[in-house]
């Protein structure tokens, strides 16, 4: 790259960088509506990912509000995604038969009796480390 075209580059970082929340939209806006369902959901699929492993970390298990804000934001997505066409309830609901099949199989999440039998109702101290070996 020659000097002139860094330079370039460089302006052209430093004006985008400083356009604020409006160009960034502007920007957002040249992705088709089922582009942008995608780039979110993906953005929202990871702030979850972030919260569930600060959850972990700080061992405040399902009591933190922007835990239940992230399920909500990933929630709204899907939701989103059926309302575009790009899914189908009975696609989602058929998937979720297979997925809980194989939990059934390899995890206690999904018994007989979920809530009589799960780990996650028989007083598992999640804060002394237990419950991490469900998986392992």
């Not at 939701?79 to 997925?99: A, G, M, P, T, Y």
């Not at 199989?105 to 799960?118: K, V």
Request: proline share 1%; net charge negative; hydrophobic share 35%.
């Amino acid at each position: 790259m020659t000097t002139h075209n860094v330079l370039d580059v460089k302006k052209r970082m430093i004006l985008r960088m400083g356009r604020g929340r409006k160009n960034v939209m502007s920007e957002m806006r040249q992705l088709d509506a089922r582009q942008q369902l995608l780039v979110i959901l993906m953005e929202e699929c990871g702030e979850l990912i972030q919260e569930c492993s600060k959850s972990l970390r700080k061992g405040e298990l399902f009591d933190r509000d922007s835990f239940k804000n992230e399920v909500g934001d990933v929630y709204t997505m899907i939701n989103l995604l059926h309302e575009w066409d790009v899914i189908s309830w009975s696609d989602i609901e058929e998937r979720e038969q297979h997925k809980r099949h194989k939990l059934s199989r390899w995890s206690d999440l999904i018994t007989d009796h979920p809530l009589q039998y799960s780990k996650l109702s028989t007083g598992t101290n999640w804060k002394d480390g237990d419950g991490g070996e469900l998986f392992e």
